[in-house]
């Protein structure tokens, strides 16, 4: 298995407990697939750079894990389906 980190931005107007929900949905989407979350740290909410979608500040989470490389495939494309995620990036570690 490798190590990978995923940083990804949810919309900071998004309730607390749909913020908690996203992010428990990605830690069980990397567990039921055999992999193991190593720790999930909330930053909280930062400004952006630049405007996303009309948005000026967002959610950041970043979630160290391990797993397979086929893994990676589905959380991006399951990060890219849900509402509420601006932004996702997941780097081998």
Known sequence: MTKYEMLYILDSALT????EAIIKKFEDLVTENGGVVEKT???????????????NDGYY????FEAETTLV????RI?????????????KR
Do not use: C, F, S
Request: charged share 30%; aromatic share 8%.
């Open 16 to 19: 607390d407990e749909a913020k």
């Open 41 to 55: 740290d909330r930053w909280g909410v930062k400004k952006l750079q630049y405007p996303i979608n009309y948005k």
């Open 61 to 64: 989470v970043l979630m160290t």
């Open 79 to 91: 990060a890219g389906i849900i509402d509420g995620v601006i932004r996702r990036l997941i780097t």
């Open 73 to 76: 495939q589905e959380l991006k």
